[in-house]
T-cell receptor, first 114, second 113 residues
Framework: DVKVTQSSRYLVKRTGEKVFLECVQD?????MFWYRQDPGLGLRLIYF???????EKGDIPEGYSVSREKKERFSLILESASTNQTSMYLC?????????????FGDGTRLSIL | EDQVTQSPEALRLQEGESSSLNCSYT??????LFWYRQDPGKGPEFLFTLYSAGEEKEKERLKATLTKKESFLHITAPKPEDSATYLC??????????????FGPGTSLSVIP
């Protein structure tokens, strides 16, 4: 079974802090994704990566950056956290081929920015 | 603008009471439609992929169908363990970039014993 592990289940940070969310997958998947999930809005794609050191903006990249130095690890960075970034963050991975394959999700990080 | 909607927002069923969830989409160039199940405090778990109108997939008490404008997730004789939020996601074709996947807001299903 594919396992996608997110480093924290719950995180509380202050406005202006730089925040790192980490995600690791163990199935050698080429693609990795970061989403945020808010009630009534569904999952919205922040960034995705189709290879090491490669990244593409999703629908809502403003205020975020990402890093993929190793194939199994994809980090989401909030450069200067703001209260409107309080949300559930979900990481996912899939085999290659763009968005053709189903995505495997981690259990999420619930981030609160105070 | 590409859009995915789901109805109803919430559904309460008695155990054994069959029903359907709807996913409607307006996208330019459908490349596939995914159904996921999400339990509280967990990430979404993949259920089905459908690629073309008329296609059907089944898994236990669940059956997914696809038309040109919508997909249905039929739940036959549900049990309490089927309680979850069901998400649909549509993969659409972009000429200039990678395809994208748009998620609907989900339907929260509660099955009462």
């Amino acid at each position: 079974d594919v396992k996608v592990t997110q480093s924290s289940r719950y995180l509380v940070k202050r406005t202006g802090e730089k925040v790192f969310l980490e995600c690791v997958q163990d199935m050698d998947h080429e693609n990795m994704f970061w989403y945020r999930q808010d009630p009534g809005l569904g999952l919205r794609l922040i960034y995705f990566s189709y290879d090491v050191k490669m990244k593409e903006k999703g629908d809502i990249p403003e205020g975020y950056s990402v890093s993929r130095e190793k194939k199994e690890r994809f980090s989401l960075i909030l450069e200067s956290a703001s209260t409107n970034q309080t949300s559930m963050y979900l990481c996912a991975s899939s085999v290659g081929g763009g968005f053709n394959q189903p995505q495997h999700f981690g259990d999420g990080t619930r981030l609160s920015i105070l | 603008e590409d859009q995915v909607t789901q109805s109803p927002e919430a559904l309460r069923l008695q155990e054994g009471e069959s029903s359907s969830l709807n996913c409607s989409y307006t996208v330019s160039g459908l490349r596939g439609l995914f159904w996921y199940r999400q339990d509280p405090g967990k990430g979404p778990e993949f259920l089905f992929t459908l690629y073309s109108a008329g296609e059907e997939k089944e898994k236990e008490r669940l059956k997914a169908t696809l038309t040109k404008k919508e997909s249905f997730l039929h739940i036959t004789a549900p049990k309490p363990e089927d309680s979850a939020t069901y998400l649909c996601a549509v993969r659409s074709y972009l000429k200039t970039s990678y395809d994208k996947v748009i998620f609907g807001p989900g339907t929260s299903l509660s099955v009462i014993p």
